[in-house]
């Protein structure tokens, strides 16, 4: 059994949660799902099966297996490439950390191994570069030592090579695709939080420190339509969840503060909507371990945070992927308890309900989510209450 799993119903929980999850906001502790202050918050309901925004009319949308990984995996990286196929790499399972990599071809459905990292890690960075290499970059490696090292896969060859390293070890950070074809890392954590920033030249192969800010981990980091990048919620030192945001300017290089979110949070997810808006959902909170289904709305014109209808089911650790259709699906993630959880639902920008969609054939949680070119979306791996798992899943939003 993978020492990350966290679940009720697991009772062996080792030394190694304690000492390499703080930076991501897992606790070996369950979280309790409180309910919010009394009156609620607008469009929020306390009482979650009396809520009138809640719509729990389930829609026909199917997941159903497709191959099998050739090795199970969690905390891991999915990257959709030029060719159509899915670059998954790294993670951990109870071998340990994962150096392998394998790639996914959706015409067949199948896996086939491709070369290995130089390093194995898991909560690092994947990110395709525009000339279709792919950049992945920090996490954690063998003895729970934070990385600095990164490297790059070529799908022409197969192959990894090294880069340069990061000027400040990190987990738990972001990475974001610039429009210039750089790469902007975020915070995350080594020794301790970081409040560094650093930028990847493709070119040139080498990171520069720019712009520090309060040291955080476990947030969120989104490429807005005018080029800014909105980082949003995270762990800062001894408070899990926070509501701060930031907003990071390509042209000079700063982080400056935008609009609080209505409702501190890790561990969520933030997805840019057509309008050009972010949705953020889901997460755990400071209350302690309080996970969420509360959604907030970031409108970049005016920098302020709106609530809109609350999912139908508390969850962090989950996925969000934009489907062509226009809508968000969330999939998976871990309630309260950190029990795992099949269940998913979409949510629709242009009526701001949430409706149920079909579930999972296995709950997992720390599992990653690809949008397909063919519009479907492939989960893979992640965890469930007692194993990590090698299963990947297709969801068709066809009938949605």
Request: aromatic share 8%; with cysteine; hydrophobic share 35%.
């Amino acid at each position: 059994m993978n020492p990350l799993i966290q679940s009720k119903n697991t009772t062996i929980l080792p030394v190694l949660i304690a000492l390499t999850l703080g930076c991501f906001g897992l606790s070996p502790q369950a979280r309790a799902v409180d309910p919010p202050p009394d009156g609620g918050y607008p469009n929020q309901n306390t009482v979650e099966d009396d809520d009138p925004l809640l719509n729990r009319a389930a829609t026909p949308g199917q997941w159903e297996f497709t191959g099998n990984l050739n090795v199970a995996r969690d905390r891991h990286t999915a990257t959709l490439l030029p060719n159509g196929q899915v670059l998954v790499a790294g993670g951990s399972n109870s071998s340990g950390f994962l150096a392998s990599a394998e790639l996914y071809d959706p015409a067949t459905g199948t896996w086939t191994v491709t070369g290995s990292l130089h390093t194995a890690r898991y909560g690092h960075t994947a990110t395709l570069l525009p000339d279709g290499r792919v950049l992945v970059a920090a996490g954690v490696g063998t003895g729970f030592i934070k990385l600095a090292s990164a490297e790059l896969y070529d799908p022409a060859t197969g192959a990894w090579t090294v880069t340069g390293d990061l000027n400040d070890a990190r987990a738990g950070h972001t990475a974001t695709l610039l429009p210039d074809g750089t790469v902007l890392v975020a915070w995350g954590g080594g020794s301790r939080l970081l409040g560094t920033s650093e930028l990847y030249d493709p070119a040139t192969g080498t990171w520069s420190v720019v712009a520090n800010d309060r040291g955080r981990s476990s947030h969120t980091a989104t490429l807005l339509r005018d080029g800014q990048v909105l980082s949003a919620g995270g762990k800062i030192p001894e408070i899990w969840g926070v509501a701060t945001a930031r907003l990071y300017d390509p042209a000079t290089r700063l982080w400056t503060r935008t609009g609080r979110l209505n409702k501190d949070r890790e561990n969520h997810t933030a997805t840019l909507l057509p309008d050009g808006k972010v949705l953020v959902a889901g997460g755990s909170t400071w209350r302690p371990y309080d996970v969420i289904a509360i959604s907030e709305i970031y409108d970049p014109a005016t920098g302020v945070w709106t609530y809109t209808r609350r999912a139908n089911i508390r969850r962090d650790f989950h996925t969000a992927t934009f489907l062509a259709k226009g809508t968000v699906l969330v999939a998976g993630g871990a309630d309260g308890h950190g029990d795992p959880l099949a269940s998913a639902e979409v949510y629709h920008p242009a009526t701001e309900n949430w409706t149920l969609t079909g579930s999972l054939n296995q709950g997992r949680f720390e599992h990653t989510a690809t949008l397909l070119p063919n519009g479907q979306v492939l989960v893979v791996g992640g965890v469930n209450s007692s194993a990590v798992l090698a299963s990947a899943e297709i969801y068709d939003p066809g009938t949605e």
